[in-house]
């Protein structure tokens, strides 16, 4: 499962935005004014998208997403991020997930 988070789920590898037309496309952060039926999973979500340093996503977002999917394949289906639907918790779990990590 370690090696699936260094391969994917590094936040370094998504903080390369290259704003080439081709390979963004935007986005918005999970907001909780919206309904949880039409935004994305907040447990899956990239955190430069969710914390707002870009508005758009480039494909190593996609993979961040693609290797929290398979550590929690093998982590009896739950994320590595717990984030339960909030913004605030989201943050926190980044965090002890950065931290158990390093």
């Not at 999970?30 to 039926?37: C, H, T």
């Not at 969710?50 to 693609?66: E, G, R, T």
């Amino acid at each position: 499962m370690y090696v699936a988070y260094l391969l994917f789920c590094r936040p370094s590898c998504c903080l390369s935005v290259s704003l080439g037309l081709q390979d963004t496309y935007p986005v918005q952060p999970w907001l909780a004014k919206l309904s949880k039926m039409a935004q994305p999973d907040l447990d899956f979500m990239p955190p430069e998208i969710q914390l707002q340093k870009s508005k758009y996503a480039v494909p190593a977002c996609d993979s961040f997403s693609l290797g929290l999917f398979i550590c929690s394949v093998y982590n009896g289906g739950r994320s590595l991020i717990q984030a339960q639907y909030n913004p605030a918790c989201y943050v926190k779990e980044l965090g002890r997930v950065r931290l158990t990590a390093l």
